[in-house]
């Protein structure tokens, strides 16, 4: 584990100072930040990756830039992110305040139960709007950071589950910032990561420990060395732009020569900044080494930046105005077509199938909707066509549309349903070089045209002129125009963007003249505008004889909806009672049509071939016409979109043999000669007779059975409807517990990171602890804990040496304990009570049974909230103290009786029992005249006459017996070779055992002793 220290240097102003305090002039000051600023996303396992990251950041010097860790937090847990992440780093880190500015070398962490964006170079705290389970905080920040820095935003994806952060991954690549993510192997919970990895937008996949080094040398490619690119490019770096687009075109097939020169060029620097390179040529050169960097280069070029409903306000005017009237005057089941170019991942493309989707439903009305989405990257496509998405996508869809277009996946993410799904057409094209789509109502190219060159929009606007019909409308991005087109479009909304086709003129496009083929513009079915067109008689000829020759004829789809009529189909068909809704030609057949219908396309649909049935009677105005019925499948054109099978049914009125032979028979008749031919005319008659009985009773019979079949039908129809009720509160109910499922997610993640804290916390503590009892037992100071109940809570070992305590003794009153303290028992329960009743602090010296003295100091234990929960009974070892003072008494002793001999007018000696001056008092010197440094190098013997010497010494031995030698008279030898005769006296010192260590001697000289006689006095020597 790494530890930075705070050097001693100038510091930005510390959290507890209001930063948004900061006057107006400051606030436009950090308005425009000079550093680039890292988002830091994580959740469950993210503490152990920020410590992991913040570890690797240099210890030396500044890393120039700032730091915003969001995390999912518990709203109801205060977190203690800051005080972990500040071990780590030798910059200040703070808990964000309400509209603090962001400075660089600085760390920055959300709080909890809050949504954070960036504004203006600071930091805005919001309340969340979304349910718990829903938020998605990262995803909020990086779309703000991508919104307010631009290139100079930066974010990071570490360990956590879900996807938050994904879409805001996108929002800052396209803003030409960059992404780093933690190698999905090295997290506690890869899903974050692994969604963001998926998006292929992420430039960087390390660990945490090696992304500060790699994000400070990008820092000082981007940022330190280079500006930002001029308008016009220099002669060789269009040059080598040119090589460049040149290999991209080999590799991926498309040409970026069209793009707008400072657009790609940034986006070429910032991934010659992501590997270190400087010059453009290097870069060049690596670019042919790595077929994986043209791809990823490819992959930066197409960045697109998109969601559902982007730019609400648009989508609303879209869908209020537009959209109904692309509906309006159109008879059920025509066709609208919607091309989406650029589409990228698919969110605005469905979001635009929604809205049509939306207003068929308001309208009660089923009609054939075919959006093309388009986009020339196929990872973009494929993502498009699984029509998949992370759960992040929740924030742009209301719960509504989110309830009903879309499905939770069990795995995380929404996928779109199916019949959203089947109104879509992904494929992959170059607006550019490819030949357009036609016959359209709608076009949405939406922040395709800012990335193109002038050249490039100008061949643009005039294709999508042409592939629009008569009144399409053209739906352009906010940044986006029509430039000087105005001849071919008319401004719908100018906020919205909106552009209403203008009608087509001869000459409009001549750029575009030789490659598109002219066409005449299908008018929209009843519109009362469409321009009259001069038929040739080539025309005219053709469709009278359509309308004289032509049977009756109607295109139905597989399931027998009508789609066109053609002729007088009266005869045969009619409105069925009930609701107007979509016409179906089998409840529309007439009698004695339906059964033989119902077959026939039932065999046309699975033999794919054309069935033909003869003979058929169908009752008309009351009788039956003989029909021929004709049924013959469509081929579909290769180069048509896919569609579900179309079917032609003509019906033609036969001719009846029967009536033509009557007819033939009537001349003969009439000549009424042959009796023969009578009677076989009516033979003839009564045969027919009979077939037609047996018939019309087959009919009958069919026609009861028919009845019944469509009973069982709407009673399997009811049926189907309750299953699908049924299915519907069970979807209901699936998408409730999603929702709950994400919820408790949401949950577990907060609860994750809360454990991780209190894990760090736990150790902390436990540290701390550890540290607490070495400490106590390190100091040997005795020190038992009790509650306010006078309960033992605790005790160090030295503490069981004074007072009888083992383990099993915690949690048992004072008062039942047994201590070895003289005369203290019952008192230290008192002095205890006392303490708590008073909170006044109580010093007592109390001596064990073995001798030893403590000095006890009772205390009121308080916590950190200022809580009186007991008290602390500490005892301090004063035994050598108590000595001290002991020796200190006697050296006062001794320094009184010091005092006495030094102003004595004796000569006061000692010396040890061989004769060695120990001690020599100034009446000494004034008497002999050695000094006393001389005397105390000096032997008794020296100072007693030879004639004397063996008295003396006979005298000294008799002092171990006795302590005192009586005065006697002697002589002893001065300084100056004089003898002086002197009353001595001895004491002999003895120590503890008995034994003498040293002899005092007190001597006086004689002269002294006579005048002291003379004046009455004693003639003894002091002593």
């Given at each position: ?272 900044s992501v590997h270190q390179i400087d010059e453009l040529d290097d870069y060049l050169r690596f670019l042919q080494q790595s077929v994986p960097e043209v791809e990823a280069l490819f992959g930066d070029l197409l960045i697109g930046v998109t969601g559902f409903f982007r730019d609400p306000e648009a989508f609303q005017t879209l869908e209020q105005q537009l959209v109904p009237a692309l509906f309006a005057n159109r008879p059920a089941g025509s066709v609208v077509r919607v091309w989406s170019v650029g589409c990228s991942s698919g969110e605005e493309a469905y979001s635009i199938a929604i809205l049509l989707e939306e ?665």
């Amino acid at each position: 584990m790494k530890s930075a220290r705070n050097p001693a240097k100038s510091r930005p102003q510390s959290a507890s100072v209001p930063l948004r305090a900061a006057a107006a002039d400051d606030r436009d000051a950090v308005a425009t930040v000079s550093f680039p600023i890292v988002g830091i996303g994580a959740s469950a396992g993210g503490l152990a990756a920020f410590e992991a990251f913040f570890s690797g950041m240099p210890t030396d010097v500044d890393p120039g830039m700032a730091f915003v860790l969001v995390q999912h937090l518990a709203p109801d847990h205060k977190s203690i992110l800051a005080d972990l992440i500040r071990r780590y780093t030798r910059m200040q880190v703070f808990e964000v305040a309400d509209g603090m500015p962001v400075q660089a070398n600085c760390a920055y962490i959300i709080p909890p139960n809050r949504q954070m964006a960036l504004l203006n170079g600071r930091l805005e705290l919001l309340e969340p709007s979304e349910p718990r389970g829903q938020r998605l905080p990262i995803d909020f920040f990086f779309r703000s950071l991508a919104a307010d820095q631009h290139e100079k935003a930066i974010a990071i994806v570490l360990s956590g589950t879900g996807s938050d952060g994904t879409l805001g991954v996108r929002a800052i690549k396209g803003e030409g910032g960059m992404v780093m993510s933690q190698i999905p192997e090295s997290t506690e919970f890869d899903g974050m990561p692994r969604s963001a990895i998926a998006t292929g937008l992420v430039d960087c996949q390390l660990r945490p420990a090696e992304m500060p080094a790699q994000l400070i040398a990008y820092a000082a490619h981007a940022f330190g060395k280079r500006g930002r690119p001029a308008a016009v490019l220099q002669p060789q770096v269009e040059g080598a732009l040119s090589k460049i687009f040149v290999l991209l075109r080999t590799h991926t097939g498309h040409d970026f020569s069209h793009y707008k020169p400072s657009s790609t060029h940034r986006r070429i620097l910032r991934r010659m900044s992501v590997h270190q390179i400087d010059e453009l040529d290097d870069y060049l050169r690596f670019l042919q080494q790595s077929v994986p960097e043209v791809e990823a280069l490819f992959g930066d070029l197409l960045i697109g930046v998109t969601g559902f409903f982007r730019d609400p306000e648009a989508f609303q005017t879209l869908e209020q105005q537009l959209v109904p009237a692309l509906f309006a005057n159109r008879p059920a089941g025509s066709v609208v077509r919607v091309w989406s170019v650029g589409c990228s991942s698919g969110e605005e493309a469905y979001s635009i199938a929604i809205l049509l989707e939306e207003c068929m439903e308001a309208l009660k009305q089923r009609y054939t909707v075919q959006v093309f989405a388009t986009d020339i990257d196929n990872r973009a496509i494929t993502i498009a066509r699984a029509g998949l998405y992370p759960a992040s996508v929740a924030a742009d869809i209301s719960p509504p549309r989110l309830a009903r277009f879309f499905t939770a996946e069990s795995g995380g993410g929404y996928r779109i349903h199916k019949r959203i799904r089947d109104m879509l057409v992904f494929s992959e094209q170059d607006v550019v070089r490819d030949p357009p789509f036609s016959r359209l109502d709608l076009i949405s190219c939406r922040n395709l045209l800012i990335y193109l060159g002038a050249e490039a929009q100008k061949r643009l606007i005039p294709l999508f002129h042409y592939a629009l019909n008569p009144h399409g409308v053209l739906f352009l991005g906010g940044s986006e125009s029509i430039g000087d087109s105005f001849s071919l479009f008319a401004v719908v909304d100018r906020k919205a963007k909106l552009f209403q086709r203008k009608e087509d003129v001869a000459g409009r496009y001549p750029a575009l003249n030789r490659e598109l083929p002219r066409r005449t513009a299908l008018p929209r079915g009843g519109a009362a505008s469409a321009m009259p067109v001069k038929l040739p008689v080539r025309e005219l000829t053709e469709q009278e004889l359509l309308r004289q020759l032509a049977p009756a004829a109607a295109l139905v789809d597989e399931h027998g909806d009508i789609l066109y009529l053609h002729g007088r189909t009266g005869a045969y068909l009619e409105p069925a009672p009930g609701e107007a809704g979509v016409n179906n030609i089998l409840t529309m057949a007439r009698e004695g049509l339906r059964l033989e219908l119902s077959a026939a396309l039932h065999k046309a649909a699975g033999s794919k071939s054309t069935v033909r049935v003869s003979g058929l009677r169908v009752r008309t105005n009351g009788h039956f016409v003989p029909v021929t019925l004709a049924i013959h499948p469509l081929k579909a054109n290769a180069a048509a979109p896919p569609t579900s099978p179309l079917y032609l049914v003509i019906l033609e009125e036969a001719h009846d043999p029967d009536r033509l032979a009557t007819q033939a028979a009537a001349p003969l008749a009439d000549g009424g000669s042959d009796v023969d031919s009578v009677v076989s005319a009516s033979g003839a008659d009564a045969r027919l007779a009979a077939v037609i009985e047996e018939l019309r009773a087959r009919d009958e019979y069919l026609q009861s059975t028919h009845e019944e079949l469509e009973t069982a039908n709407e009673e399997l129809k009811s049926s189907n409807e309750e299953m699908q009720s049924v299915n519907e509160e069970l979807q209901s109910t699936n998408e409730e517990l999603e929702t709950s499922k994400e919820e408790l997610q949401s949950v577990n993640e907060e609860l994750a990171t809360v454990n991780s804290e209190l894990q760090t916390k736990v150790v902390d503590l436990s540290r701390a602890n550890n540290d607490m009892n070495n400490l106590l037992a390190g100091t040997g100071i005795a020190t038992v804990f009790v509650d306010h109940r006078l309960r033992i809570l605790r005790f160090t070992p030295a503490a069981s040496q004074i007072i009888h305590l083992i383990l099993s003794d915690v949690g048992r009153p004072v008062g039942h304990l047994v201590t070895n303290l003289i005369g203290y028992d019952e008192q230290l329960v008192s002095d205890l009570q006392a303490v708590l009743d008073t909170l006044e602090p109580k010093e007592a010296q109390v001596q064990s049974k073995s001798g030893a003295w403590y000095m006890m100091r009772i205390r009121p234990y308080r916590t950190l909230d200022n809580v009186i929960e007991g008290a602390t009974i500490s005892f301090v070892d004063i035994t050598e103290l108590k000595r001290t003072e002991e020796a200190l008494a006697s050296a006062n002793k001794l320094l009184r009786l010091t005092v006495v001999v030094r102003d004595a007018f004796d000569a006061i000696t000692l010396q040890d029992p061989d004769g060695h001056i120990l001690a020599w008092n100034p009446a000494a010197v004034r008497m002999y005249g050695w000094s006393e440094a001389e005397a105390l190098q000096m032997n008794v013997r020296e100072r007693i006459p030879a004639s004397l010497r063996d008295d003396a010494l006979s005298r000294i031995d008799r002092l171990d017996g006795a302590e005192i030698l009586e005065p006697h008279r002697t002589q002893r030898i001065c300084k100056d070779g004089t003898v002086l005769d002197v009353w001595v006296s001895a004491t002999a010192l003895v120590n503890g055992a008995g034994e003498m260590y040293a002899i005092a001697t007190t001597e006086r000289a004689q002269q002294a002793t006579a005048a002291r006689q003379a004046a009455g006095g004693s003639i003894e020597p002091a002593g």
